[in-house]
Antibody, heavy 118, light 113 residues
Framework: EVQLLESGGGLVQPGGSLRLSCAAS????????MTWVRQAPGKGLEWVST????????YYADSVKGRFTISRDNSQNTLYLQMNSLRADDTAVYYC???????????WGQGTQVTVSS | DIVMTQSPDSLAVALGERATINCKSSQNILHSSNDKNYLAWYQQKGGQPPRPLIY???TRESGVPDRFSGSGSGTDFTLTISSLQAEDVAIYYCHQYYTIPVTFGQGTRLEIK
């Protein structure tokens, strides 16, 4: 059974940094594009960033461009999101999700909570 | 960016009755090269991640009950639950993956009447 397990969330002060991880198991990790989607409290889904299967191509939402960096280690079946200069409006549950290239998100992790507050 | 607008925002349907959720995209999401609509539907229950139900606008994900169906093309799409069950109470989202940034509808909350 495919599993995506996020970690690294927590409480951080405005301007601080966090690094999220998403460990994948039971599927051919390198064959999938990987994405971070977030959901603010009581709100809908917001796409954050996507990385291609080989890791060479990345995409970012305007709201995080220049502050967040997505990366992956295919040898470790792990996806990352380095988040710098965090703001209160970055507070959300962050999900990692997989897709077979330009496609829908077929597998989702359970999410990790990020709270930005002083 | 492509804006996805769902209607209604919330919906109450009696058990066993039909539920219909609409999704309209601000641009065409039918790709002429492969004749596919780049549209998916997800179900999200409280405290859980979204679950894919439908992709390519009308293809049911493995394991999804056949009471769920998707239809539409171009800019107008519909998710139909033919006979509402208690376990279908959730928020439903449409999602376009035609172009980056991919975008989601605002969600439709489905409840039992």
């Amino acid at each position: 059974e495919v599993q995506l397990l996020e970690s690294g969330g927590g409480l951080v002060q405005p301007g601080g940094s966090l690094r999220l991880s998403c460990a994948a198991s039971a599927f051919t990790f390198g064959a999938y594009a990987m994405t971070w989607v977030r959901q603010a409290p009581g709100k809908g889904l917001e796409w954050v960033s996507t990385v291609s299967g080989h890791g060479a191509t990345t995409y970012y939402a305007d709201s995080v461009k220049g502050r967040f960096t997505i990366s992956r280690d295919n040898s470790q079946n792990t996806l990352y999101l380095q988040m710098n200069s965090l703001r209160a409006d970055d507070t959300a549950v962050y999900y990692c999700a997989s897709s077979r290239g330009i496609s829908y998100f077929d597998y989702w992790g359970q999410g990790t909570q990020v709270t930005v507050s002083s | 960016d492509i804006v996805m607008t769902q209607s209604p925002d919330s919906l109450a349907v009696a058990l066993g009755e039909r539920a219909t959720i609409n999704c309209k995209s601000s641009q065409n999401i039918l790709h002429s090269s492969n004749d596919k609509n780049y549209l998916a539907w997800y179900q999200q229950k409280g405290g859980q991640p979204p679950r894919p139900l439908i992709y390519w606008a009308s293809t049911r994900e493995s394991g999804v009950p056949d009471r769920f169906s998707g239809s539409g093309s171009g800019t107008d799409f519909t998710l139909t639950i033919s006979s509402l069950q208690a376990e279908d109470v959730a928020i439903y989202y449409c999602h376009q993956y035609y172009t980056i940034p991919v975008t989601f509808g605002q969600g439709t909350r489905l409840e039992i009447k």
